[in-house]
């Protein structure tokens, strides 16, 4: 199975954005580990727990969602739909 088939597409006509204007595009799941990727302006952006975006840690990724946090705010992403 090819990462593409791991990959949650988002929905073209509804691309709202999100906290510090990242949308949440799709998440990957692999054997080393889940990632996601990221949309802020034109820059896609593939992150793993533990990165730093806009000030914003990623704490965990889930099936078609981000965990983001910075100090105690805790930010959930999801894929539009």
């Not at 949308?23 to 302006?41: E, H, I």
């Not at 965990?60 to 539009?80: C, F, K």
């Amino acid at each position: 199975m090819s990462d593409r088939n791991l990959i949650d597409q988002p929905r073209p006509n509804n691309r709202r954005s999100n906290s510090a204007g990242l949308m949440l595009l799709g998440t990957v799941s692999t054997p080393d580990g889940t990632r996601a990727l990221l949309l802020q302006g034109d820059d896609v952006m593939r992150v793993t727990v533990g990165d730093t975006v806009n000030a914003l840690t990623v704490t965990a990724i889930g099936q078609g969602e981000i965990y983001l946090a910075r100090g105690a705010e805790q930010t959930v992403l999801h894929i539009p739909g």
